[in-house]
Structure formats: structure tokens, C-alpha cells
């Protein structure tokens, strides 16, 4: 075999293993904040590692290092991201709970009031002539 062909069976390899990986990956579900912000922080890292590294005659390694390091930036990123999220989710449901309980007790309140009404009512008829007071001459 050529040096050639050896080359492009690796790259096929390559690019079959990226493919499985890219594949299986993306089949867990929806990416998280932090996943999010990994992936983000490795393509610009990796981008701009690879500038760098073309500038001083090695790309690859440029990429490498800078993938890396963007990797580790967009993580912590993502990370931080991901809390706050985490933090308004449990503050929305927290006011959705006293949301309810103002409503329950809004009601038990109504109910109160109308219960007294018909107490006042039962003690105080509603017709004049039930109150019956002797004229004065």
C-alpha cells in the first residue's frame, strides 16, 4: 500500500469515527447549558488556536491547544449559565406555589365572609316590619 492510499483509509477512518461520535452524542437528548457552552467555547478556541498557530507555522497544534483551552472557558461559562437558569426555575416555581395558596386562602375568605352574612341574616331579618317599635304619642 501506498503511503497515499494509507492516508485515506485513516481519513475515512477519521471521518467515520467523528460521524458515530457526533451521532451517539446528539442521541442523549437535548444539550444542557454547560454542554452548550463547552461546545461553543471549543470551536471558537480551537478557531482561534488555529490563527495563532498558522501565524507561527503550526495550525494543528495551535487548534489543539486553543480547542482545549476553549473547551475549559465555555464550560465554566455554560456552568455559571446553568445555575442561574437552575436558580429562576426553582424562583418561578416558588411563586407559582404562592400563587396557589393565595388563591386557596382568597376563597376560604370568600367563603368566611358569605358564611358570616348568612349568620347576620339569621339574626336580623331582612323586613322592616320585623322591627316593631311602639309609637310615641
Do not use: W
Not at 10 to 36: F, N, Q, Y
Request: aromatic residues 2%; positive net charge.
Amino acid at each position: 500500500m501506498t503511503s497515499c492510499q494509507i492516508r485515506k483509509r485513516l481519513s475515512v477512518r477519521i471521518i467515520g469515527v467523528a460521524l458515530l461520535a457526533t451521532t451517539v452524542g446528539c442521541a442523549g437528548g437535548p444539550l444542557s447549558t454547560r454542554e452548550k457552552g463547552a461546545g461553543i467555547g471549543a470551536l471558537g478556541g480551537a478557531a482561534a488556536g488555529g490563527l495563532i498557530g498558522a501565524a507561527v507555522g503550526r495550525p494543528g497544534v495551535g487548534a489543539a491547544i486553543g480547542g482545549g483551552l476553549g473547551l475549559g472557558a465555555g464550560a465554566l461559562v455554560g456552568d455559571q449559565l446553568q445555575g442561574h437558569e437552575n436558580t429562576n426555575q426553582y424562583q418561578d416555581q416558588q411563586i407559582r406555589n404562592n400563587q396557589t395558596e393565595l388563591d386557596r386562602q382568597r376563597q376560604e375568605l370568600q367563603r368566611l365572609k358569605r358564611q358570616q352574612g348568612e349568620l347576620i341574616l339569621c339574626h336580623f331579618p331582612k323586613s322592616p316590619r320585623a322591627y316593631s317599635y311602639p309609637r310615641r304619642p
